[in-house]
């Protein structure tokens, strides 16, 4: 059973930089993995996803040119850099990998992932 471990979340002020890793148990290069936030009462929301094997990235639009995912073959890692971090950032930040046949519709919808790991809480404050 594939297990995903994130981690680096913590309390920042507004302005500031966040790097949040996502170990994985297996080897997942040709896969879709993803970065997904939640808030108090909101639902879950797709922040950036990325396909390793053609280093193909999708980004929401809230967090595009401030946010930066990528992935390490060798640690079998995802990573998320959040710089210029806002209080509308804060939440549950979840790292998911997605093991279906074919493409996805979505590379950002939440439902397309069937693999996730317990969340990393981040906090942006003024």
């Known amino acids: 059973q594939l297990q995903l471990v994130e981690s680096g979340g913590g309390s920042v002020q507004a302005g500031g930089s966040l790097r949040l890793a996502c170990v994985t148990s297996e080897y997942v290069r040709y896969v879709y993995l993803g970065w997904f936030r939640q808030a108090p009462g909101q639902e879950r929301e797709g922040v950036a996803s990325?396909?390793?094997?053609?280093?193909?990235?999708y980004y929401a639009d809230s967090v595009k040119g401030r946010f930066t995912i990528s992935h390490d073959d060798a640690k079998n890692t995802l990573y998320l850099q959040m710089d210029s971090l806002k209080p509308e950032d804060t939440g549950t930040y979840f790292c998911?990998?997605?093991?279906?046949?074919?493409?996805?519709?979505?590379?950002?919808?939440?439902?397309?992932?069937?693999?996730w790991g317990q969340g990393t809480q981040v906090t942006v404050s003024l």
């Open positions: 998911a990998v997605r093991r279906r046949i074919g493409y996805p519709e979505r590379p950002l919808d939440s439902h397309e992932y069937n693999y």
């Open positions: 990325i396909y390793p094997g053609s280093n193909s990235r």
